[in-house]
């Protein structure tokens, strides 16, 4: 269940439509995880395996991206950076986040 926050802001425009602009976004991915905990004991009188689930929800994710758009008439160019912290609900363990560079080219066919 993603809520994401974007904010287009122009750099400069130039002709009619095309223009240069930031689009900082800000997303929050909200989920639930189940986690099974097998535990294999031995008493006097008992011996076998324990099963108990528990069930998390909350933050899984935090997302900010960074790209930048050039829109010249039907050719869009964009790149940004993006950086994921992840979580795990329910536990103390946090993952290692992470980061990469995108780019991308489109182009629109007018009819």
Not at 1 to 14: C, L, R, T
Not at 84 to 97: A, L, M, T, V
Request: charged share 15%; no cysteine.
């Amino acid at each position: 269940m993603p809520a994401a926050k974007s904010k287009n802001i122009p750099v400069i425009k130039f002709g009619l439509s095309n223009k240069l602009s930031i689009e900082p976004e800000v997303s929050f991915y909200f989920g639930n995880e189940t986690v099974v905990i097998n535990q294999y004991i031995t008493l006097p009188r008992y011996s076998g395996e324990i099963s108990t689930e528990k069930k998390y929800f909350g933050l899984m994710n935090t997302m900010i991206r960074t790209p930048v758009s050039l829109y010249f008439g039907n050719i869009d160019i964009n790149a940004g950076y993006n950086f994921n912290f992840p979580r795990i609900p329910g536990s103390n363990i946090q993952p290692e986040k992470t980061s990469f560079l995108n780019i991308s080219v489109g182009y629109v066919f007018g009819f």
